[in-house]
């Protein structure tokens, strides 16, 4: 029985006969001339300049006070305690005292942020153990060789948290009080709960399954980071939903910040107290301050903000001045565009693209 022979040869690599092989699709390709280029370049400028000032108003109502604390009032004394390794165990409070001539009105959000803190390197990112922090139980005795020097301690004992992230952790703490006319002393109330991406603290930490036995028991066998003044079961003792890889103040953390200057939120104001319904009043403010983070040993500060928020975020002038500044070039680059048509080309002949 005969074989039907395929095609072979330079037949069977021609394209098929079809519009969209044979490029016979209709196509329409714009003429460029200064009637048409000229005002989308006029009408671009206008559109960034409007969307530039439209950002940089919604900016400016954001209210943002800084506040330094790193060798500020009293805190000088336990910046200076902090330069010794020794000291470390010790505890340091101290006390800064501001004021606010304007009251933050609605949601107020208290961060804390470092300076030349490099939380982007590279190595430095990659010492954690994400298995582990999900609560697996294999992780959680035998941590990544990623997590070196900061795997076991010196009597073999896996560390929980593993690695340079979590070991570095910040852990100073504040009370912010506020000082009204003719008042005693009132401590404003801060949320310290919700203040993590919703998709970390329910799917990306977890805690060990605990089958009947306290959180304790759970992370039984293990020992804490090196840094550390507690163990990861006992960071919130007010808390103890909130222990644990699941801490808010850990997983704020743990999220690595992309430059060396960043802030992290550390609470949220609770306005359901009187007189805090409507935000922070303006008035005299105290920060009491534990003062346990050491900044020498990369010559960095530690600050305070206070902040209320947009629906574009906090007072961050970038996008606002970039749209001004692209329309500033493209004004610029416009009117250069017309003079040229208007000394060589008026008739359109000569500005065809």
């Avoid at 910046?79 to 933050?104: D, G, I, L, M, P």
């Avoid at 298995?131 to 941590?143: E, I, S, T």
């Avoid at 293990?222 to 840094?227: A, G, Q, R, W």
């Avoid at 009043?281 to 305070?304: L, T, W």
Wanted: hydrophobic fraction near 40%.
């Amino acid at each position: 029985m005969a074989k039907t022979k395929g095609k072979s040869g330079p037949l069977a690599r021609r394209p098929d006969n079809s519009a969209f092989k044979q490029q016979r699709l209709p196509a329409w390709s714009p003429m460029l001339t200064a009637n048409t280029v000229l005002p989308f370049f006029y009408l671009m400028a206008l559109i960034c300049l409007l969307l530039g000032v439209w950002l940089l108003l919604t900016v400016q109502s954001t209210q943002e006070m800084k506040l330094d604390y790193t060798e500020a009032g009293a805190c000088s004394k336990c910046f200076e305690k902090r330069k010794n390794v020794s000291n470390a165990a010790q505890a340091c409070s101290c006390t800064v005292v501001f004021s606010t001539e304007k009251a933050f009105k609605g949601d107020v959000f208290f961060y804390y942020g470092l300076r030349n803190f490099h939380q982007n390197l590279r190595r430095y990112m990659k010492s954690k153990d994400d298995g582990q922090m999900l609560g697996r139980r294999m992780n959680l005795k035998n941590p990544t060789s990623y997590c070196e020097p900061y795997a076991r301690d010196p009597n073999g004992l896996p560390i929980a948290p593993c690695g340079a992230v979590a070991n570095s952790i910040f852990n100073d703490s504040f009370i912010l009080k506020y000082h009204g006319a003719g008042v005693a002393a009132r401590r404003v109330p801060l949320l310290r709960t919700g203040i993590t991406w919703y998709t970390d603290k329910n799917i990306k930490f977890r805690n060990p399954s605990t089958e009947n036995q306290t959180l304790a028991e759970a992370f039984e066998g293990t020992t804490k980071p090196p840094y550390w003044r507690s163990p990861v079961y006992e960071l919130d003792v007010r808390d103890p939903l909130n222990n644990g890889f699941i801490n808010e103040d850990l997983i704020v953390w743990m999220r690595e910040a992309a430059f060396p200057n960043f802030k992290k939120l550390y609470g949220v104001l609770d306005r359901a107290e009187e007189p805090f319904t409507s935000g922070l009043p303006a008035g005299s403010y105290s920060i009491d301050i534990s003062y346990n983070f050491p900044v020498q040993y990369f010559r960095g500060r530690k600050e305070v903000v206070l902040t209320t928020l947009t629906w574009f975020g906090g007072q961050n002038h970038f996008l606002p001045i970039a749209y001004l500044i692209t329309s500033g070039l493209i004004f610029l680059l416009a009117v250069v565009l017309t003079v040229v048509w208007w000394k060589f080309g008026k008739d359109g002949k000569n500005m065809e693209a």
